[in-house]
């Protein structure tokens, strides 16, 4: 069998062929280089770059959106808490004012009555005072006309009557 | 596939015929070994439809002659290389600039892919790999495509030949030796013999070394040639069992089995492809790194 493969030329090697082989191979390696090797290489790890790149976008797009929903939630915290501060304030204020109001109304009032009160009491002074002076002036009037001319002295009964008039009213309110 | 075989049933029973008529075996061997005609034989009768004798071209090389003129093999190795060509023109074409490949430029990319993740970045760094990738997915292809044309009926198969590859050995023997250089200068011969040899045994280990960068290139030379003709004689064996034994009868067995060799061709091919690229990225790997 051996010697069959040996006369058949097949383990022969001749110098034309290897030169062939080399020439074809160079000129092949050369031509794909060109053609394929390099772009498809080039194309390769252009799309392995955009691929990086974009897990690398999307891992960071994720992290600022977490990092915003934070803010916003801790935003929405305090903000909820300043309105709620706010509400409880205004309440707060809102009471002040109405107790302020009702105390300022209820002063007013009171002072309103008091000074009616003075008035009243005023009034009722000079009344009486005025009173007592006509009383007077009718008694002595009254007592000239029952009398006559009796009472040529008028400036001292007149006197007389007033202090009689003035300790009355004393005399019941003491009574 | 039955197709494919048709020529080889009818060469075969030419050989078997009568007296006078080469035998089974040298049709056998007629058939895988080089040869200076290209013959496309009719599948139905004993004609030839064609019949083209190449050219010699004898050249005058330091006194001896030596013929340059074409074989069957370097014709066959042109067409794998055009078929090649097109192949990659096609499937670039297909592609455009796209960063998504499309068509048959996803089969060139997948290989490309495969090539450089699991073949050049396993065995090399990243710099060396990218300077070597475009040697290592040419033999690649180099072996794929021109067995594979070898493969169609009235072809023949370039790299079954001892010459082809013990050139594609020679390469990688001569990429070897520049990586070696390129990348630790004279070191690389200190270097060739592992770290951690006792003094004594130095010379022993570096004489064995050199004999070993010599022994891995012949082995890569012969696995291929041996794997890449085998098949093809196998075949033709199996198929010349009909003729040998003489009763059309062994058809019945021999021809299914000729198409399941010839199944199994195609997987060797491809994973012969794979062991010759893997092997030249580990030797030139390992030349270019101190060890």
């Not at chain 2, 494919?4 to 007296?19: D, I, T």
């Not at chain 2, 022993?204 to 040639?225: D, N, Q, S, Y």
């Not at chain 2, 021999?254 to 199994?264: D, I, Q, R, T």
């Amino acid at each position: 069998m051996l010697s069959v493969i040996f006369a058949a030329d097949l383990m022969a090697v001749q110098p034309g062929l290897v030169l062939w082989t080399v020439v074809t191979f160079v000129v092949l390696l050369v031509v794909l280089s060109k053609v394929a090797w390099k772009p498809i290489l080039h194309l390769v790890e252009e799309r392995e770059k955009t691929i990086h790149g974009a897990i690398e976008g999307a891992r960071k797009d994720r992290e600022a959106a977490s990092a915003l929903l934070e803010e916003q939630r801790a935003l929405l915290a305090t903000a909820r808490k300043d309105s709620a501060e706010a509400v409880r304030k205004a309440l707060a204020d809102a009471e002040v004012a109405r107790q302020d109001l009702v105390a300022k109304s209820r002063k007013e009032a009171e002072d309103l009555l008091a000074r009616a009160r003075q008035q009243i009491e005023e009034d009722k002074a000079k009344a009486q005072a005025e009173l007592r002076g006509v009383v007077v002036d009718l008694a002595i009037e009254v007592a000239a006309k029952v009398l006559g001319d009796h009472l040529a002295d008028a400036t001292r009964q007149r006197a007389l009557y007033e202090q009689y008039v003035n300790d009355l009213p004393r005399e019941r309110r003491a009574g | 596939m039955i197709a494919a075989l048709v020529p080889l049933v009818s060469a075969l029973a030419l050989g078997a015929e009568g007296a006078g008529q080469p035998s089974v075996s040298d049709v056998v061997f007629e058939h895988v070994t080089d040869s200076r005609v290209i013959e496309i034989q009719s599948p139905f009768s004993k004609d030839v439809l064609l019949e083209w004798h190449l050219p010699s071209w004898p050249v005058q090389i330091a006194g001896h002659t030596v013929d340059l003129g074409p074989t069957k093999h370097v014709v066959f190795m042109w067409l794998s290389g055009l078929v090649l060509i097109l192949f990659a023109w096609l499937a670039m074409r297909a592609r455009g600039k796209s960063l998504v490949p499309k068509g048959i430029a996803n089969v060139i990319e997948m290989v490309v892919l495969f090539v450089r993740d699991e073949i050049a970045l396993k065995t090399m760094d990243e710099h060396t790999a990218e300077a070597y990738m475009p040697y290592l997915l040419t033999a690649f292809f180099f072996i794929v495509f021109s067995a594979g044309v070898g493969l169609f009926p009235w072809t023949a198969t370039s790299v079954g030949n001892l010459a082809v590859t013990g050139t594609l050995a020679l390469l990688t023997f001569v990429l070897m030796q520049f990586a070696g250089l390129s990348h630790q200068g004279l070191g690389y011969f200190v270097h060739l013999v592992p770290s951690g040899v006792p003094i004594l045994l130095w010379p022993l280990m570096f004489v064995i070394e050199l004999l070993g960068m010599f022994t891995k290139t012949f082995a890569l030379c012969i696995r291929l040639f041996a794997n890449m003709i085998a098949g093809h004689i196998v075949i033709f064996f199996v198929l010349g069992l009909i003729f040998l034994i003489g009763s059309p009868l062994v058809a019945v067995a021999s021809v299914p089995f000729a198409v399941g060799l010839y199944l199994l061709e195609i997987i060797i091919i491809l994973i012969q492809a794979y062991i010759f690229t893997m092997l030249s990225a580990l030797f030139i790997g390992m030349s270019a790194h101190a060890h």
